[in-house]
């Protein structure tokens, strides 16, 4: 059996907020969390492929807000304006 993630989630459940190239903040729900990417539900869908920067607002993580960039690797719709995201750090270039 071969396991689709490379390395362990955390699972955080807190705020984020997504920057638009159009200079918008955008709220999130910050699913998960490890050193490769991210996990996110959102009231709008992302484009596959884009890259965003993506503001994380977790106080028992950071001292600060940390800003990453990151690629958006899928996106589904889950229910009636509600989407659920993959993003991942280190596909940025």
Known sequence: MSYRRLCSR???NDSASLL?????EKSLLLKDLSNLGA????NFP?????IVKINIHSPFLFDKIASKQARVVWCRKVDINAWESGL???LVQ
């Open 46 to 50: 992302l484009d596959v492929d884009n």
């Open 39 to 42: 996990g996110v539900f959102g």
């Open 20 to 24: 638009t190239p159009e200079n918008q």
């Open 88 to 90: 991942n750090f280190t």
């Open 10 to 12: 955390f699972i955080c």
